[in-house]
């Protein structure tokens, strides 16, 4: 990293994958916003420096909080929008509001650079044609040039398949200078190879077996709705592609098997073992070292719904390269 470090501000900052990235990458953030007490919880106890806004983005007045303007940048890991064709809840619509009121605060704010991060249809797919289009008239009155893409987490040294729809916008005089970040040139690691060694933590002697047959990227790690169900790696399809590498994705495991364990890869899915919310970390790229407060599904949920901190990194060393 090279130049003064960087200010930033985050809303909808959940776990902190996005803003751990973007503190590899130089930014220090003046405030990080959310709403969720599991989730503020997390931030406080691993950043005891950070100023944690445990408050609505839609009810935030930066206003109220003048140390947030002409900051460097403002970083957004929203929540899954939906199509306008597709929204008929209250916490479909929620979402959309959250995108803009993210769109609506750069005005407030003034940052020099804005980073979005959401669903990969929000940048190609028509349905959300008309929202891109509202984006793009606001940020472009307040004098922004907008850069869109879809990267890959799995281009970023991580064993999941995990599209990332990402919206870059910056005034014109460092738009010129922006580069989006290049693939990682190593091989991409398969789920044996992420995680064999934390299935073989308890002296399961089959892990090198199973991670054999785990050969290949997992899919992408979801957190579902806050409001229902427990703790499960995704759908039905999702759960099929996990049996496949011999995993159970019906619910997160407690712990890992132990040396009385046999594995049959043949047997049911019931048998099979389940990732616990450390693998799943793992899988997302989150360093040991990070602490996730809660029990075991508002853990893996914030795991859920994080941004991964290797492709935050990446993106922020591009943006800090431009701004400098």
């Known amino acids: 990293m090279l130049g003064p470090r960087l200010t930033s501000l985050e809303v909808c900052a959940g776990a902190g994958g996005l803003a751990q990235g973007l503190e590899m990458a130089g930014f220090d953030p003046v405030a990080l916003i959310e709403n969720n007490a599991h989730c503020c919880a997390t931030l406080r106890a691993n950043r005891l420096g950070w100023r944690v806004l445990e408050t609505d983005l839609l009810s935030f007045d930066p206003a109220e909080h003048t140390y947030v303007y002409d900051i460097d940048l403002l970083s957004a890991g929203l929540p899954r929008v939906k199509s ?17 009121a993210t769109v609506w605060l750069v005005a407030g704010v003034r940052p020099r650079a ?16 008309g929202l891109r289009e509202f984006v793009r008239a606001e940020l472009e009155h307040l004098g922004y ?18 599209k990332v729809g990402v919206l870059v ?10 580069r989006w970040p290049e693939p990682n040139p190593e091989p ?15 002296g399961w002697r089959g892990a090198a077996q199973w991670a054999a047959q785990a050969d ?35 619910s997160i495991g407690d712990q890992v098997p132990g040396p009385e364990y046999r594995w049959d890869p043949a047997g049911p899915v019931a048998g099979l073992p389940k990732l616990t919310v450390e693998q799943v970390a793992i899988l997302q790229g989150f360093p040991a070292n ?6 075991k599904t508002a853990r893996y949920r914030q795991l859920g719904h994080a941004s991964p901190p290797p492709v935050a990194r990446a993106l922020g060393e591009s943006i800090a390269a431009a701004l400098r």
């Open 216 to 250: 290949r990227l997992a899919p992408a790690i979801v957190g579902g709705s806050e409001n229902r169900g427990g703790a499960d790696l995704g759908p039905t399809g999702t759960k099929k592609a996990w049996a496949r590498m011999g995993i159970n994705g019906g």
């Open 114 to 129: 804005v980073l979005i991060e959401n669903v990969p249809a929000l940048v190609s797919d028509d349905a959300f044609t």
């Open 145 to 162: 040039v907008l850069r869109w893409n879809i990267l890959n987490a799995g281009d970023f040294g991580l064993a999941q398949d995990r």
């Open 290 to 295: 990070w602490h996730l407060q809660g029990g």
């Open 169 to 178: 916008a910056l005034h014109s005089d460092a738009a010129d200078a922006f």
């Open 188 to 202: 991409r690691p398969t789920v044996g190879t992420a995680l064999w060694k934390s299935m073989a933590a308890r």
């Open 84 to 100: 306008p064709a597709s929204v008929r809840r209250t916490e479909d619509e929620y979402e959309r509001g959250l995108l803009e």
